[in-house]
């Protein structure tokens, strides 16, 4: 071979090589972890479980992509104690943070530095961390401000009081106040969620070189209902009939909370839906343009069931599909949540999974994916089994929930059983209700009376899966 001809190879090869290197195959590097976390989001108020009205082609498309599971619940029916739930890994019998606990003037009950969360188990692994949209579980400075509790970055809203405005005074960059002092609806420096929005953005573009673990948790449907005089807006407009809602209303220069009035809720409500859609399609869309697409595992969730606040009317949507209950409920329809995985080339497009999975699940499976070994006890068990379809995947014994408002509630799911306790404060040893969920869904019809054996099953359960917390006093 001339010499010449060698040089030319040995040069073709050394750049091939370069290339090679520049551009590390998805399958040689961690993968990305994006968790998108909706707030009060129905489990029917997404076109793959069956809504007609609201337009959410985007999350249609990620779920066939990806993998739905079908039976997937939240950690509670409330906002913070189900976050813990997630952060934690562990039930509310267990998890630190077990209901919305105000703290004045901003800010909600702080979770504990002791704790291990998501964030930092895979900090510990390398991945860059941050959150963006509503925290709730700490205030800046705090042992539970996000800061400390393994992210490395936040902006949003600390206080989930706070996010009832969608156009606040303020909002958090780290643990620095950005001061937005002339915003209302009339004169706006911001929808909030826009804002937020945009520096997620930031966030994947700045972090596309390294693993991340990147955590959404949108305000979005929340109430207030209310959502900027755009495109989205005017597409629902007119398109219902109306009961205007008469709320706590903006003044300029006074902070108030509460939310405000909206004459059009049911198209706000559908408009804020339908803009979640687009922000996933945003990040869907930025994965592409950056070239980590294929590795980066996204995840759609909500926080609880549907809420009835500020105008909201998930009857009219069917919010709840066919599902018994609302945010604050035990029932299916309070914990039951949408589930949707996409990781091209890892989970199976178009397939659905009926495992039965929650919250406290997430941790053990972003633990497994990055190699981290959990060595602290979690009530979780990892789901990438399933996710994949590779290896076997465990199952839970059983899922357990306690909400510690509206006189206290428990629920326990074993197998297709499910069991529901009300009105525990005044009564522990209250009745217990018990639905078979193959056969009765909905969980219309008590069968306590024919089963007593498995309702002494599921009490033991209840009494088994509760640990007294002195913060959040549940039974005495």
Same mark, same amino acid.
């Given at each position: ?124 692994? +390398? !991945? ?5 949209? =509503?925290?709730? $579980? *700490? /205030?800046?400075?705090?042992?539970? #401000? ?43 420096? +911001? !929808? ?5 929005? =945009?520096?997620? $953005? *930031? /966030?994947?573009?700045?972090?596309? #070189? ?267």
């Amino acid at each position: 071979m001339p010499s010449f001809i060698k040089l030319l190879v040995l040069l073709t090869f050394t750049l091939l090589a370069t290339a090679c290197s520049e551009k590390v195959p998805a399958e040689q590097t961690s993968p990305n972890i994006i968790l998108i976390l909706v707030d009060d989001l129905g489990f029917g108020d997404i076109s793959i479980n069956g809504q007609k009205y609201i337009e959410t082609p985007n999350l249609h498309q990620m779920a066939h992509d990806g993998m739905v599971l079908s039976q997937f619940y939240a950690g509670s029916p409330v906002c913070a104690p189900s976050r813990s739930a997630l952060m934690t890994g562990m039930h509310t019998g267990h998890t630190h943070i077990r209901g919305n606990k105000e703290i004045q003037p901003e800010g909600q009950e702080p979770i504990l530095d002791s704790l291990t969360t998501i964030a930092e188990v895979l900090k510990s692994s +390398g !991945y860059k961390t941050g959150a963006f949209g =509503k925290w709730g $579980l *700490g /205030f800046v400075g705090t042992e539970g #401000d996000p800061l400390n509790q393994g992210f490395d970055q936040f902006y949003g809203y600390n206080c989930q009081r706070q996010s009832h405005r969608y156009y606040p005074p303020h909002l958090w960059s780290n643990d620095t106040r950005i001061e937005l002092p002339n915003n209302n609806p009339q004169n706006a420096d +911001g !929808y909030a969620p826009d804002l937020i929005q =945009k520096e997620a $953005l *930031g /966030f994947i573009e700045s972090n596309a #070189d390294k693993p991340f673990f990147l955590f959404l948790p949108y305000t979005l449907p929340h109430a207030e209902l209310v959502v900027p005089e755009d495109s989205l807006f005017q597409k629902y407009k007119g398109k219902f009939e109306e009961v205007p809602y008469h709320g706590n209303d903006y003044v300029p220069g006074e902070a108030r909370t509460g939310y405000a009035s909206q004459p059009y809720p049911k198209a706000a409500y559908a408009a804020m839906v339908n803009r979640i859609d687009v922000y996933v399609g945003q990040v869907m869309a930025k994965l592409v343009e950056l070239g980590i697409d294929e590795n980066t595992l996204v995840i759609f969730t909500s926080d609880n069931g549907p809420a009835k606040e500020g105008g909201a009317d998930p009857d009219f949507f069917d919010s709840n599909g066919i599902y018994r209950g609302y945010k604050r409920d035990v029932y299916e329809g309070g914990v039951r949540v949408p589930f949707i995985a996409r990781w091209p080339g890892k989970i199976a497009s178009g397939a659905t999974n009926t495992h039965v999975s929650a919250f406290w699940d997430l941790l053990p499976t972003f633990a497994e994916i990055a190699d981290v070994d959990v060595k602290h006890k979690i009530d979780g068990l990892s789901i990438l089994p399933a996710l994949i379809d590779k290896g076997e995947q465990q199952e839970h014994s059983y899922l357990y929930w306690e909400f510690h408002e509206q006189g206290g509630k428990q629920a326990v799911r074993k197998g297709d059983w499910k069991a529901v306790r009300l009105n525990v404060k005044d009564n522990p040893d209250e009745a217990i209700e018990l639905y078979d969920l193959k056969e009765d869904p909905e969980e219309q019809k008590n069968l306590a009376l024919q089963y007593p054996h498995i309702v002494e099953e599921m009490a033991t359960i209840m009494d088994e899966a509760h640990v007294e917390s002195d913060i959040f006093p549940f039974i005495r």
